[in-house]
């Protein structure tokens, strides 16, 4: 038995439709691309949604978008993906970092107040997971210091905080759509937002900075442009997400219930007011050597399992630009507690029972 930590959910719709594409002869961005970014925009509830290669390519359009440069300094979680800090390095900035909180393992909005300064531009609150960030925090502080907020929703396609979907409620939003997300196009990313003004600079942006209308290169500009074929499977997958998510919200109730006495050993929050979407159901092991142990059981049993993440500012590349100086005491200590274990949707009952069963054994 082997039970990985991300299957994608595929059927023949996602099949024949990338067999149609390149039947087509179309395989550059055109009317599938379009299609996909008119459905993702209305199941978000936002009035734009531009498609791009990946997730990294959505953070650094959107920044560059927003005019961040060189002096800036935006405000990142360290307990993240590299790419949510390293997109401000390609613009010159400078990614701050402030510490979680240690339930959530979301952003800490007073110590995001706390690291701001004058040379502040925005704040990149990450949904870790799928659980979303204290939105209301965020945007009271950016209004009050006249700040963006970017929601790095990467990892959060579909997640819900007080009614709203993620990535409509900053002032733009972005999503991945990596094979270990929730849906998924293989490698993509989307940026989302009700700015006209902003959604027409990412539209230049990811096309090397040509003008749509006048076919003029106005601008600095990239090729971050999607594919069709991504695009086709892109489109099936968000006709399929509220089933994807429904699947992977049972299964993280299952694994609750049958792992939340279990001591030493904690298992995902999710507050009444939002929508946890699980990208990843994430435990908490009090020593770092069990958790190792506790690993390595797994994957002797058939399990995959990961750690997301080590904190940035302790990883090799911004230890040596000086980044490991910045106090995260949270940060750091739930890095090295945090563990991943699989929950999605084409888990079987007998899948969920069996790692169930293993983690109570290692712990009995």
């Known amino acids: ?33 379009s299609e996909f970014e008119e459905s993702f925009a209305k199941y978000i509830g936002v009035k734009h949604a531009i498609a791009v290669f ?44 402030a510490d979680i909180d240690p339930v959530t393992l979301n952003l800490d909005p007073a110590d995001v107040e706390k690291k701001m300064s004058y040379k502040t ?14 939105m209301d925090s965020f945007v009271s502080l950016a209004r009050k210091h006249n700040l963006f907020v970017l929601e790095d929703a990467a990892e959060a396609v579909g997640s819900i905080y007080r009614g709203k979907k993620v990535g409509a409620i900053g002032t733009v939003g972005i999503f991945s759509f990596h094979a270990q997300k929730v849906i998924t196009t293989g490698e993509g990313g989307m940026i989302t ?4 003004e902003l959604a027409e600079k990412c539209r230049i942006i990811r096309n090397h900075g040509r003008d749509i209308k006048t076919k003029k ?5 990239y090729n971050y442009r999607m594919t ?15 089933q994807v998510i429904d699947k992977r919200r049972r299964n993280a109730v299952y694994l609750t219930k049958n792992l939340k006495d ?13 929508r946890h979407t699980y990208m990843l159901y994430t435990v908490k092991i009090d020593a770092e050597i069990k958790r190792g142990s506790l690993q390595n059981f797994l994957r002797d049993r ?53 790692i169930i069963d293993s983690i109570n054994l290692f712990f009995h």
Not at 12 to 21: A, D, P, R, T
Not at 193 to 196: Q, V
Not at 262 to 274: A, G, M, N, V, W
């Open 1 to 33: 038995m082997k039970i990985l930590l991300a299957d994608p959910l595929y059927d023949e719709n996602e099949f024949n439709s990338v067999i149609q594409v390149i039947k087509s002869g179309w395989l550059t961005q055109g009317k599938k691309v």
């Open 54 to 97: 990946n997730g990294t390519a959505a953070l650094h359009t959107a920044l560059a978008a927003l005019g961040v440069d060189s002096g800036d300094e935006v405000i990142v979680p360290s307990f993240s993906f590299i790419a949510t800090a390293n997109s401000l390095l390609y613009q010159g900035a400078k990614p701050v970092f």
């Open 121 to 134: 531009r925005g704040i990149i609150p990450v949904h870790y997971g799928g659980l979303p960030a204290d």
């Open 193 to 196: 937002t009700n700015d006209d």
């Open 217 to 221: 290169f106005v601008r600095l500009g």
């Open 228 to 242: 069709e074929i991504q695009a086709a499977i892109g489109i099936e997958q968000v006709n399929k997400i509220e």
């Open 262 to 274: 279990i001591k030493d050993l904690f298992t995902p929050y999710e507050p009444d007011y939002s």
């Open 302 to 354: 058939g399990i995959e399992s990961k750690v997301y993440f080590n904190p940035l500012h302790l990883e090799p590349f911004y230890r040596t630009t000086g980044y490991s100086k910045c106090s995260l005491p949270r940060t750091e200590e739930m890095g090295k507690k945090v563990l991943s274990l699989p929950v999605h949707a084409k888990l079987s009952k007998n899948d969920l029972n069996h």
